[in-house]
């Protein structure tokens, strides 16, 4: 039974939505077309820090499941939750300036050591406990 962990897919879905939508904002903005990734500063910053967040779901979602099946779901939600606000905030940073992405980036970074360390402690526990 993995209701918490679906929703928390579906919220992924649409942070990964919102950030899309805000690169094709700015490039309806600054008259950037595709395939093209350059052009306006802030276009840049938008279209880096969306590519950023995506490359990083894939990790953050595998980890997410691996802790909420193998260890607790309740407290991979909430790193999840945590992740999802501080990319948010990532998000929102960098799209101000280059630097004010840092902060949120070295918070989701831990969580995301913190949610391998949960996914790593339920896998034991269930291979060498069973």
Do not use: M
């Not at 950037?32 to 894939?58: D, M």
């Not at 990790?59 to 990319?87: D, K």
């Not at 101000?96 to 989701?108: E, H, K, M, N, T």
């Amino acid at each position: 039974h993995q209701t918490l962990l679906d929703c928390y897919y579906s919220c992924v879905v649409l942070f990964l939505a919102y950030f899309v939508l805000q690169v094709i904002y700015a490039r309806r903005k600054y008259k950037i077309s595709p395939p093209k990734t350059t052009g306006h500063p802030e276009f840049e910053r938008i279209f880096r820090a969306q590519v950023n967040c995506s490359e990083y779901f894939p990790i953050f979602i595998s980890l997410l499941w691996v802790a909420g099946i193998f260890l607790h779901q309740g407290v991979a939600a909430a790193c999840g939750l945590l992740y999802l606000y501080t990319r948010f905030k990532y998000f929102q940073g960098y799209i101000v300036a280059a630097q004010g992405r840092l902060g949120p980036l070295y918070a989701s970074a831990w969580l995301l050591w913190l949610l391998l360390g949960l996914a790593v402690a339920g896998l034991l526990a269930h291979f060498l406990l069973s």
